[in-house]
């Protein structure tokens, strides 16, 4: 079983419509809970980040996160083209090293 | 700007040469991490340092090694290379004590092996 699973995609939906995108997680170790945003070829920039079960929210993003069920999940509400790129979870138990997820490529149609 | 500096950007060399990759953290990050991404593999984590000393080992092939120097600038050294070594090489750093390790990236390091 791998650590993380997530599904590529691609995902495709139209401008305004909210998103979800989902990791699954094997490792119990894992507390601390990020999403990336990759931009083509470009560096993954974070996202959110979260600690505890529940939802943070920040702007038209939402992180969820539910540790019972080893399930994380991404809103966003209102998406925009500019949002189109890579969404990569990522998940870490502290200084150890950080483990992502292959990242589900969505693309925001106008 | 991540504040993560990578060089060089793209770099085209053929099958069994040596290159270096070179990363500048962040300001005051003693941790550095290299990563792997190919098309069809995503995020593969070859190498962590932590203030010069080898932290966390992953999918780091032989013909690879890497180094953190005294100012905490990093190296990765990728040998006798082959085409399937193509690929993005990411840079990423961290704080000290970063409870999460929340990890910033460089821009990355395009190779092509020809």
């Known amino acids: 079983q791998k650590e993380v699973e997530q599904d590529p995609g691609p995902l495709s939906v139209p401008e305004g419509a909210i998103v979800s995108l989902n990791c699954t997680y094997s490792?119990?170790?894992?507390?601390?809970f990020m999403w990336y945003r990759q931009y083509s070829r470009k560096g993954p920039e974070l996202l959110m980040y979260t600690y505890s079960s529940g939802n943070k929210e920040d702007g038209r993003f939402t992180a969820q996160v539910d540790k019972s069920s080893k399930y994380i999940s991404l809103f966003i509400r209102d998406s925009q083209p500019s949002d189109s790129a890579t969404y990569l979870c990522a998940f870490t138990g502290g200084y150890q090293k950080v483990t992502f997820g292959i990242g589900t490529k969505l693309q925001v149609i106008p | 700007d991540s504040g993560v500096t990578q060089t060089p950007k793209h770099l085209i060399t053929a099958t069994g040469q040596r290159v270096t990759l070179r990363c500048s953290p962040r300001?005051?990050?003693?941790?550095v991490y290299w990563y792997q991404q190919s098309l069809d593999q995503g995020l593969q984590f070859l190498i962590q340092y932590y203030n010069g000393e080898e932290r966390a080992k992953g999918n780091i092939l032989e013909r690879f090694s890497a180094q953190q120097f005294p100012d905490l600038h990093s190296e990765l050294n990728l040998s006798s290379l082959e085409l399937g070594d193509s690929a993005l090489y990411f840079c990423?750093?961290?704080?000290?004590?970063?409870?999460?390790?929340?990890?910033?990236f460089g821009e990355g390091s395009w190779l092509t092996v020809v």
């Open positions: 300001s005051g990050d003693l941790s």
């Open positions: 990423a750093s961290s704080a000290i004590g970063g409870i999460g390790n929340t990890i910033y």
């Open positions: 490792n119990s170790a894992f507390q601390y």
